[in-house]
């Protein structure tokens, strides 16, 4: 069931005597893919937390104190890629969002996001990670290093769009091809990435806060 930003969403839910928790974008990515899939977390760290309102604290005060939680499904990311040195594709999942740069991060190209945060900037305000896309924020290689640092320092509010150097989208699927970049993952980092193609995988995993 996919909801939309700024509305209600999640439904009372008994805290769950084996809720494990983790602390990343990246854990949550992993958890969906281990054989501990199906046992039930929260977390406490990353753009799935800031989207959600969590923070480190209030989640420790629930589930410590309390007995009674808010459940969410959230969407997930499925990323088909390749390397200019792989000769299969490879598969990845991703809970927040990645970054396709040329080089540093002021060379970003492409912006997927499930949650809209980047780095703690709200780069893509009206995405949520159940809204059911992945929302898509593509930047014109012709800004300028004033015009980008301008854009990122209004990002902090997501005061920076509409902007005529960038073009915001969202998708279920989105497919992305160029010269050899960088993409920064959930905070990790995957060399000479060619193409990638995305689909969203909706309500892919359950979050307790």
């Given at each position: 069931?996919?909801?939309?930003k700024?509305g209600?969403?999640?439904?009372?839910?008994?805290?769950p005597?084996?809720?494990?928790?983790?602390h990343?974008?990246?854990?949550?990515?992993?958890?969906?893919?281990?054989?501990a899939?199906?046992?039930?977390?929260?977390?406490?760290?990353?753009s799935?937390?800031?989207a959600l309102?969590?923070n480190?604290e209030?989640?420790?005060?629930?589930?410590?104190?309390?007995?009674?939680?808010?459940?969410?499904?959230?969407?997930l990311?499925?990323?088909?890629?390749?390397?200019?040195?792989?000769?299969?594709?490879?598969?990845?999942?991703v809970?927040?969002t990645?970054?396709?740069?040329?080089?540093?991060?002021l060379?970003t190209?492409?912006?997927?996001?499930?949650?809209g945060?980047?780095?703690?900037?709200?780069?893509?305000p009206?995405?949520?990670?159940n809204?059911?896309?992945?929302?898509?924020?593509?930047?014109?290689?012709?800004?300028?290093?004033?015009?980008?640092?301008?854009a990122w320092?209004?990002?902090?509010t997501?005061?920076?769009?509409?902007?005529?150097?960038?073009?915001?989208?969202?998708?279920t699927?989105?497919?992305?091809?160029?010269?050899?970049?960088?993409?920064?993952?959930?905070?990790?980092a995957y060399?000479?990435?060619v193409?990638?193609?995305?689909?969203?995988?909706?309500?892919?995993?359950?979050?307790y806060?």
């Amino acid at each position: 069931m996919t909801i939309r930003k700024l509305g209600p969403y999640g439904t009372p839910a008994s805290r769950p005597s084996n809720l494990v928790t983790k602390h990343s974008d990246y854990e949550v990515a992993r958890h969906f893919n281990s054989d501990a899939r199906a046992t039930p977390c929260t977390v406490t760290k990353g753009s799935i937390a800031q989207a959600l309102g969590l923070n480190r604290e209030s989640i420790i005060h629930t589930s410590q104190l309390e007995q009674q939680m808010t459940l969410v499904n959230i969407d997930l990311m499925q990323l088909e890629y390749r390397t200019d040195t792989s000769e299969n594709s490879i598969f990845l999942i991703v809970a927040g969002t990645l970054a396709m740069q040329r080089r540093t991060a002021l060379s970003t190209s492409l912006i997927l996001s499930n949650s809209g945060i980047l780095r703690g900037r709200d780069v893509l305000p009206r995405a949520h990670p159940n809204d059911g896309f992945v929302d898509v924020l593509e930047i014109d290689q012709e800004i300028t290093l004033r015009q980008l640092a301008l854009a990122w320092s209004r990002s902090r509010t997501g005061s920076h769009l509409p902007h005529p150097h960038f073009r915001v989208s969202r998708a279920t699927e989105f497919q992305w091809s160029g010269s050899p970049s960088k993409m920064v993952a959930d905070g990790v980092a995957y060399a000479g990435v060619v193409s990638l193609q995305c689909t969203v995988l909706a309500d892919a995993i359950a979050i307790y806060f």
